[in-house]
Structure formats: C-alpha cells, structure tokens
C-alpha cells in the first residue's frame, strides 16, 4: 500500500457548456432567473426530467489509474481531451464532480511557471513571492535561494524590477523557482514549451534529475520527446476518459495512430480549437500543380494548401493573418508558413471562401508530419487548430539524384550546391 | 479502443528516499457545509504575509508622491468638509473643532473603504493565482483588509498631530481603539467576502462598490454626530457596524472635550452583532461558493 503515491478512482469532472449562453452575468438576470427558476423546477419535477444532456459536457470521466512512488506517468493527449482538468483536480485548483483521489505525500504543482510573478518587484522579491505561491516556506526559500539564482543565471540583474528583464530572463528565473521545489509528488504542465533550446534542454535535464532523485511526477506535455525521454509509463486521454495505458512508447504510438483517422473527419467538426471564432477554418485539402487533390505527397512536390473558411461578415477590412505550421510527429516545430511574414495582406476578405499557400518543393523527408492551422484577426487568434491535418509524405526525388538522407539525419531536406575544389592560391 | 491496466512491473525507479509521509491528502466532491478551513488558513499564513508584502510594496511605485498620496486623501477630505460643513453648514461637533471631529472618523472610515474595496475586488483581480495553484482562497479578501492597517498607521500620526495642535487630549479609553479598529476591519471582512465570491459571477459588484461606499459614508456619522439623530432612533444607525466604530473612535480619543460623551454602549453592542453575523455568514458563503471560484472566474 505505502508505494502509491496517487490512487485515482472513477474521477469525473461535469462543466457546464449549453448554461454558458445564458449564465447569469448579470444580477439582474439572476434576479429574473431566480424568479422563474422554482417554477422551472416545479414543471421539470412533474415531468420527471433531469437536466438536458446537452447542458453539460464530461471533461473527464471515469478515469482511474495509480501511480507508484518514484513513478514518471506521461499524460498524453489532444487539446481538450482533459489532460489539464485532470491535473486541476489533482491540484485542488477546482472539484471533481464524481469519483475520488488518494495523494500520498506532499503535493507540488506547476501548471504555469512564474504564477503570481509581479513586475513592479525585484527578482530577489519575485522568488519569495513566488516560491511562497507555490508552497514553500521562507525558510526553505533562504536555502535554495543561491542555487535558485544560479539555475536562472541573473545574478547582475536581481535587484531589477522584473518588467526590465528579457522574456528568456523571465522565463528561466521563473523556472527556477519552481525547479527547486522538493515536494515527494510533482504535477507538471506544459511548462517546457518555453524558452530557447538552450534552457530546454537544462529544464528537461534538471527534471530527470529529479526523476531519478526518486519523485513521483505526473507530467503532461505535447512535446513527445520529452515525454519518451522522462516517463517510464502513459496514458492517453480522449475525450475525458483513458484510451490507453502501459509502456510510454506504446502509448505514443497510440497517440500517433489517433491522428491518421484525423483527416477523414473533416475540419469543420472539430470543436479542439481555440481563438474568438470570428473565422473558422472548415477544410483543408492540398493539390498539386495541376489543381488534382492529393492524398500523399511526395518529398519536393509542388503543392499548394487550400484553406476553406468561414467568418462572420463583420471580418471585412480586417487584417487577418494566416500560418500553417508543420511539426514532426513528435510535435516539434519544423517551420512556419506565415502570411504578414511573407507580405501577404488579407483584408476585405469574402465571407466564405478558400485562401491557399503554395510551397513551391515541399522540404520533407518521407514520414508523417502534424500540421496546425492558426488565424489571426487583428492580432487577436481568431481560430487556432493544433494537428489540422497529418501530411504523409513518401520518397520523392528531391535533390534530381534519385537519393535521399537517411530518416534519422533530420526531419528537413533543403536545396543546397557542393561545389567543385578550388586549388589553394599558395601552391 | 483498448483499456490496459497499469503494468505492475516498475522499471528502472526508485522508492524516494524519503519516510512514508503522514499526511494523506483526499479529493473528492464536498457534499453538504465545506469546513471553514481556518487550520489550512494559519499554515498558509506565510502566503498571506507575503501577498500583504507586496500590496505594500508595489502600492506607491512609480509615483511622484509616494507615501504622501496615504496623508492626502483624509487631509484634503478634512478640510473640504471642515470648509463645506464646519464653516458653512454649521455642524454640530460636540464642543470639538470640526477638523478634529471630522478626521477622527474620517481615520476608521477611509481604512474601512479602502479595505471593503479592495477585499471585494480581490478574488477577480486574483484570477491568475486562483486558476493556476491550490492554497486556501479565504486569504486572498483577507490580504485585502490587512494592508490597509499601515495606511491607517500613518494617516494616524497626522491625527496625533492635529491633537496636539488643537490641545485635545485622548481618555483612558484610547487603550480600546485597537478593538475598535478590529470591528472595523472584521466588519470590512465580512462584507468582503459576501461581495469577492459574488463578484466571481456577478461582476455587477465591481459598479457597486464605489456607489455602495459612497451611499456608506453618509449613513455613517462621518461628517456629523450620531447626536443628530433623535435619542430614540438611535440604535437603529447601530445596525451599520461602522457608526459603533466611528462613534467610539470619538469617543475614545475626544471624550475629554466632546460635549455628551458616554461610550455608545447599546449602539456598539448591536454593531458587534451585526458583524459577526455578517463575517460569519460570509465565511460559510464564501467557502460554499470557493469550489467553483477556479471554473467561473
């Protein structure tokens, strides 16, 4: 019994969605609401009907698993599969609705780095106050405090007002702060998505660090390198409840598989995105020179993505900006198709229509990619679809040699020359 | 889609190195009266000094003024009403210069609004920490009546300055104000935390406030004497907490020269009343609403 250190059981989590509409933003609504309300209740009594199902969505449910003392548990899944709910729940930040959780042993959690930072305080002041957001006791703080600094590398700059820092200083002193936390049990989201490669890689370190040093984490990430490399065990959540669970690779693999059957459900069901919603990406289909759909691609192919979309009309004169990015299937960035980036404007856009990019020789090796959509209006994220679209791509002749780079040397090709030997002016 | 239990087998871990640890921790949906929690409140207290810390720290940055901005506000309000209602209207003040009269009860009020202010806007303005990290919510409103203490520390020594211009002499009864000051500040809380947890769904309380404060001020005998109103009426300005607060500020620090001095004693017993209803109600309020603080805020 003693070597568990999280036992979940049957947890389930109910939000809200269809009240959203006419939740009671105002008092006074609430006050006309409360009026009708027990004779709503009275009708609904006699007719012996319980709230309608479409009132409420199940962010989780049912979900039950256990994790051992010293364990690392990857949790792996799409945007809104309940990954984040699942960590708030274990985190006390909001309520289970049903079911419950054992914790054994003190509770650290890091949903977000630099919690409560302020920016009018000094670095020195924004590890105290931040470090005793995240539960740790002056005293504590005093003791790691040095080594805190160290980690972040400000040293010149502590007694500065953190709004003068860079967004790199910022990121890695707020990093620090939670790095050097030592509860037995460590929640963790998402929160390497930050800083330069550098200070990955050093935050991944100093986390299997830990990793070894016998703590229990729970780790939620997109990033499937750092879950291959930290967890020991996964699971995989869809739509609330565990799909798969076991061996990390597998359940990568899983994670991977889940997305082939992404393409044939067309974009427009899709309800994973974020942004306002003032356009919508509803479809997307890539061609070939010649207008023909295409199914795969081959590598140095001239394509073209077709973006169908939808907005409300008050779109018009806007300035909107259009990014498909390609990720390889580890979810690692490979590079950004961006229209401002590249000079195009879009403004008075047609209400409905279809925008399209061409890539000219397409610069993936065989393989699968991920590919996600975003839109901007104004600078505001109107639409944003992680994983829109796997690109499969299968050998082409890319360099006109009939040849190409082994799989494991990268995930781009790139047109280059070698030039022949110029003989040493000296000799 | 395939169900697998976790494989028993644990690779490649170690059990930490640390001994079993004593607390177990439970979550599950409370069912019925949450528990005030005050145990989890005092282990949270060096969070709660900090979040004090701060509000100090970062209050008067970047002004030219600086702490004088915390004299300013009670000073000026005192000469316009000394002007408006001393000079012109003619106010009954008991025996004792007006200024005075008017800034020893301006001295509770102003740290009664700004605390009721700023504990009810708290939870909103704290929507980062509440959605991000677990600690016990009550702290939050309760930071927001605490750092209003230093304020009413400083706006003080004006007032022992005002006293020593005047020749006013403080009774005995000054060793009171402390508990004075706590009914205030409790009173402040428990609004606070009637209006911060409605202010999570209703941000109506965030228009209500000011006008609220305002419509306060002039229920309260801030600008005049309770001895205005006629003897038999009286008790009823007791159901605001705050004529006990200001009336026995009065009289704790004046009495010596105000004409009919006596502890309003039947006044400040019904004001304790109301306040502790109030904070108490607003605490089991407060903590039944703090489970869906995170998912509305």
């Known amino acids: ?427 | 889609m395939t169900l697998e239990t976790t494989s028993s087998a644990q690779v490649g871990t170690s059990p930490p190195s640390q001994a079993p640890t004593e607390h177990t921790l439970v979550i599950e949906p409370t069912r019925g009266w949450a528990s005030l929690q005050l145990r989890a409140v005092w282990q949270y207290r060096e969070l709660l000094y900090f979040l004090v810390w701060r509000d100090l720290k970062v209050r008067y940055k970047q002004t030219v003024l600086g702490l004088l901005w915390i004299v300013l506000q009670p000073v000026v309000s005192m000469v316009i009403f000394s002007l408006l209602f001393g000079e012109l209207l003619n106010v009954p003040s008991g025996g004792v210069p007006y200024p005075i009269f008017a800034y020893t009860a301006l001295l509770p009020w102003n740290y009664f609004a700004s605390s009721l202010s700023k504990s009810s806007t708290s939870l909103v303005g704290s929507t980062h920490l509440i959605t991000k990290v677990y600690f016990p919510r009550l702290i939050i409103p309760v930071s927001g009546v605490l750092s209003g203490l230093v304020d009413f520390g400083i706006a003080f020594l004006v007032l022992i300055g005002l006293m020593v211009y005047y020749g006013v002499a403080p009774t005995p009864a000054v060793v009171l104000l402390p508990a004075f000051l706590l009914l205030a500040m409790l009173t402040a809380l428990g609004f606070g935390l009637w209006l911060s947890a409605l202010n999570v769904r209703y941000r109506d309380v965030n228009y209500l406030i000011p006008f609220l404060i305002q419509v306060w001020m002039y229920l309260t005998p801030v600008i005049y004497g309770s001895t205005l109103i006629p003897e038999r009426f009286r008790f009823l300005l007791g159901l605001n907490p705050m004529t006990g607060v200001v009336e026995s500020f009065r009289w704790a620090l004046l009495g010596n020269q105000l004409a009919d001095a006596q502890l309003p004693g039947v006044l400040f017993a019904v004001s304790i009343a109301i306040t502790l209803l109030v904070l108490i109600s607003g605490a089991i309020f407060f903590r039944a609403t703090e489970r869906t603080f995170a998912d509305i805020v």
Not at chain 1, 81 to 107: F, N, W, Y
Not at chain 1, 280 to 305: N, P
Not at chain 1, 345 to 374: D, W
């Open chain 1, 1 to 427: 019994m003693i070597d568990i250190a999280i036992r979940v059981e049957k947890l389930s989590k109910r939000y809200r969605i269809g009240r959203a509409q006419q939740r009671h933003d105002t008092l006074r609504d609430a006050l006309v609401a409360g009026l009708r309300a027990p004779l709503e209740r009275l009708r609904r009594d006699g007719r012996g009907l319980d709230r309608p199902a479409e009132d409420t969505i199940w962010a989780l449910k049912d979900v039950s698993f256990e994790v051992k003392c010293g364990e690392v548990l990857g949790i792996i899944g799409r945007n809104g599969a309940g990954k984040s709910t699942l960590l708030k729940i274990l985190s006390r930040i909001t309520e289970p609705t049903e079911g419950r959780a054992v914790i054994d042993g003190r509770v650290g959690s890091l949903l977000e780095v630099g919690t409560g930072f302020h920016p009018e305080l000094t670095g020195r002041e924004n590890i105290y106050l931040n470090g005793a957001i995240l539960g740790m006791r002056r005293a504590e703080i005093d003791r790691r405090f040095d080594g805190i600094v160290a980690f972040a590398e400000i040293e010149r700059f502590l007694d500065t007002p953190v709004k003068h820092y860079s967004s790199g200083m910022y990121v890695r002193l707020a990093f620090a702060v939670a790095a050097h936390l030592e509860p037995e049990i460590m929640l963790v989201d998402e929160v390497l998505a930050v800083g330069d490669i550098a200070f990955q890689k050093k935050c991944l370190g100093k986390m299997s660090n830990v990793a070894r040093g016998g703590r229990t984490i729970l780790f939620v990430s997109h990033n499937m390198a750092a879950i291959a490399n930290l967890c020991t065990h996964a699971f995989l959540l869809e739509q609330g409840r565990i799909t798969r669970m076991g061996n990390t690779q597998d359940v990568i693999e899983a994670y991977i598989r889940s997305f082939q059957s992404l393409n044939g459900a067309t974009l427009d069901q899709r309800e994973d995105r974020e942004g306002s919603g003032r356009l919508r990406f509803e479809d997307m289909r890539i061609q070939d020179r010649l207008g023909r759909l295409l199914d795969v691609v081959t590598c140095g192919q001239d394509v073209t993505f077709e973006l169908a979309y939808t907005t409300d009309t008050s779109i018009r004169s806007q300035n909107v900006v259009m990014s498909i990015g390609f990720y390889n299937i580890l979810g690692q960035p490979l590079f950004l198709c961006r229209s401002d980036l590249q000079g195009t404007e879009y403004r008075n856009m047609p209400a409905q229509g279809t925008v399209s990019c061409h890539i000219p020789k397409l610069p993936l090796p065989p393989g699968e990619f991920r590919v996600n959509l975003q839109c901007e209006v104004n600078g505001v994220v109107a639409d944003w679809l992680r994983d829109a679209y796997i690109v499969t791509v299968i050998e082409g002749d890319f360099f006109g040699s009939g040849r190409l780079p082994s799989r494991t040397r990268g995930d781009l090709l790139i047109e280059h020359q070698w030039r022949q030997p110029v003989a040493d002016a000296k000799e």
